[in-house]
């Protein structure tokens, strides 16, 4: 099914993310993109969802390609995942992650048009970096994006994230309070929303329909994944790990994916909720760690799932006129 990124929809679609292939494609090289797709033909979904690790260039002809080849395999590129840290201690690493977030976001528009969501993140959470520092620094470094976003017609989607693969520390916004913080401090523009994911406010310890209920109007995409911990590991075990003052690279070793609907989260509340706000962006699963059997029950189940909460008016409406 090629939908693109900014047709008109009366549902959700769904678009895959290869948690499973991470390493492989961005870090090891083992696996390229075209790889992936290729492999993704298999899978019940809509789009493909990509990440800025995944490229091994940023050149308009190598690009092109990668977007010949999602298109050919019958996909859109509805969102592009980017991790900027504009909260470093250091003003020409902030003003770097401006100039990365920028070139990412006409990536994101080459690769998918206007309508793109393209991921922005508040940074790290550095130790000598307050509170009040952090908002003022992450707010700086999105409002700088946005006017290109505005001009190319991309969506700046940032997320209650947890932690990028590769930093030392977790997200400098991950709690809720200072999460919707950050978010009421930018300006309404339909060039920027809520990246939702439902897993990471678990992580944080907060409740993924209370921060729902906050952002429900300004969410433009979502991650539907689902999270554990390893057996007799807590969240205050997690917490623990995060508070580290050297940190640690990549996510805590006590931390887990796996398939989508047999987590922790309530997806017939949270689906609810969307629906009932008009939601019909995009939702894009985060799974196969344990194979892609599992990423396609993923997928099952969420089709279902939509299917429950959204119903097909597109028939109904097509039987009025006839």
């Given at each position: 099914?090629?939908?693109?990124?900014?047709?008109?929809?009366?549902?959700?679609?769904?678009?895959?993310?290869?948690?499973?292939?991470?390493?492989?494609?961005?870090?090891?090289?083992?696996?390229?993109?075209?790889?992936?797709?290729?492999?993704?033909?298999?899978?019940?979904?809509?789009?493909?969802?990509?990440?800025?690790?995944?490229?091994?260039?940023?050149?308009?002809?190598?690009?092109?390609?990668?977007?010949?080849?999602?298109?050919?395999?019958?996909?859109?590129?509805?969102?592009?995942?980017?991790?900027?840290?504009?909260?470093?201690?250091?003003?020409?690493d902030r003003q770097a992650a401006i100039d990365y977030q920028q070139q990412m976001i006409r990536v994101a528009h080459r690769l998918g048009g206007e309508g793109v969501v393209c991921r922005v993140l508040s940074g790290q959470r550095w130790p000598q970096v307050s509170r009040q520092q952090g908002l003022a620094y992450a707010r700086e470094g999105i409002l700088a994006c946005l006017p290109l976003a505005e001009e190319l017609g991309v969506i700046l989607g940032i997320e209650n994230h947890y932690k990028d693969g590769h930093w030392r520390f977790p997200e400098f916004a991950q709690k809720q309070d200072v999460f919707l913080e950050l978010v009421q401090s930018i300006p309404?523009?339909?060039?920027?929303?809520?990246?939702?994911?439902?897993?990471?406010?678990?992580?944080?310890?907060?409740?993924?329909?209370?921060?729902?209920?906050?952002?429900?109007?300004?969410?433009?995409?979502?991650?539907?994944?689902?999270?554990?911990?390893?057996?007799?590991?807590?969240?205050?075990?997690?917490?623990?790990?995060?508070?580290?003052?050297?940190?640690?690279?990549?996510?805590?070793?006590?931390?887990?994916?796996?398939?989508?609907?047999?987590?922790?989260?309530?997806?017939?509340?949270?689906?609810?909720?969307?629906?009932?706000?008009?939601?019909?962006?995009?939702?894009?699963?985060?799974?196969?760690?344990?194979?892609?059997?599992?990423?396609?029950?993923?997928?099952?189940?969420?089709?279902?799932?939509?299917?429950?909460?959204?119903?097909?008016?597109?028939?109904?409406?097509?039987?009025?006129?006839?």
């Open positions: 099914m090629n939908l693109s990124a900014n047709r008109r929809q009366t549902r959700p679609s769904l678009a895959a993310f290869p948690k499973c292939y991470l390493d492989q494609i961005s870090h090891q090289r083992t696996m390229s993109v075209f790889d992936w797709i290729e492999q993704a033909r298999s899978l019940d979904a809509d789009g493909l969802e990509m990440y800025e690790g995944f490229f091994t260039s940023l050149d308009d002809g190598y690009l092109d390609d990668v977007r010949a080849a999602i298109a050919e395999a019958g996909f859109a590129m509805p969102m592009l995942c980017c991790s900027p840290d504009f909260t470093s201690p250091h003003a020409a309404a523009s339909p060039h920027f929303g809520v990246q939702y994911d439902p897993s990471n406010a678990l992580v944080a310890g907060d409740d993924p329909l209370e921060l729902l209920q906050a952002v429900v109007d300004r969410v433009v995409s979502m991650h539907a994944s689902d999270r554990h911990l390893i057996p007799g590991a807590t969240l205050e075990d997690l917490t623990r790990i995060d508070a580290a003052p050297e940190g640690a690279v990549g996510y805590a070793d006590i931390l887990r994916h796996g398939v989508t609907g047999k987590g922790l989260n309530d997806y017939d509340r949270i689906f609810s909720l969307l629906s009932h706000a008009g939601y019909t962006g995009w939702i894009s699963i985060e799974d196969g760690m344990n194979g892609m059997e599992e990423m396609a029950e993923s997928l099952a189940f969420l089709r279902r799932k939509i299917a429950e909460h959204w119903p097909d008016t597109t028939k109904r409406s097509e039987l009025a006129t006839d």
